[in-house]
């Protein structure tokens, strides 16, 4: 999973590894942080936060070995920021 703050930042900072990530026959997906517009409310970023964490439950049997176990922590760290 690639995490881009904006639109086109992913493109512009690993497209390269993107693309040979496909070539090799991975699953890449990519979540953007933002719409790109000047402000991102309170209640959208929450929003996501909560995509993200639903997501996490179902992405791995093993959270130690892939990293969502930490990655949990970081969102929920986020989702106390935001209250």
């Known amino acids: 999973m690639v995490f881009s703050p904006h639109p086109d ?3 512009i900072s690993m497209g390269g590894t993107i693309n040979k990530l496909k ?3 991975h699953h ?3 979540a953007y942080m933002t719409s790109g517009s000047n402000a991102v409310h309170d209640h959208d970023a929450t929003k996501y936060i909560y995509f993200l ?3 996490l439950k179902h ?3 093993s959270e130690e070995e892939s990293g969502v176990g930490e990655l949990a922590k970081m969102l929920d760290r986020a989702e106390q ?3």
């Open 59 to 61: 992405a791995s049997n």
């Open 53 to 55: 964490k639903d997501f």
């Open 81 to 83: 920021n935001l209250k």
């Open 28 to 30: 890449v997906m990519i």
């Open 9 to 11: 930042d992913d493109v």
């Open 23 to 25: 070539e090799q026959g």
